[in-house]
């Protein structure tokens, strides 16, 4: 479900509440764009350890 697709409704209103539908409707895509950002993030992150560990310089190994 995406947010542009609720049916509009006010959550300060207490004389026409919000159906439980459209609470659902709401939690559900609260919940999608939550995972959406933290998907984004992590693979944000990924990318820069992986740039870190790639560009550390180990000292050459002698061989015994």
């Known amino acids: 479900m995406q947010l542009q697709s609720l049916q509009p409704f006010d ?7 919000p159906s439980d539908e459209q609470l659902e409707d709401l ?9 959406r950002h933290a998907q984004a993030a992590r693979a944000q992150l990924m990318l820069r350890l992986r740039a ?3 560009a550390i310089k180990l000292p050459l190994q002698r061989e015994a």
Not at 11 to 17: A, F, R, T, V
Not at 27 to 35: C, I, L
């Open 11 to 17: 959550l300060n209103d207490i004389i026409h509440e």
């Open 52 to 54: 870190e560990i790639t």
């Open 27 to 35: 939690m559900e895509a609260v919940a999608t764009a939550a995972r």
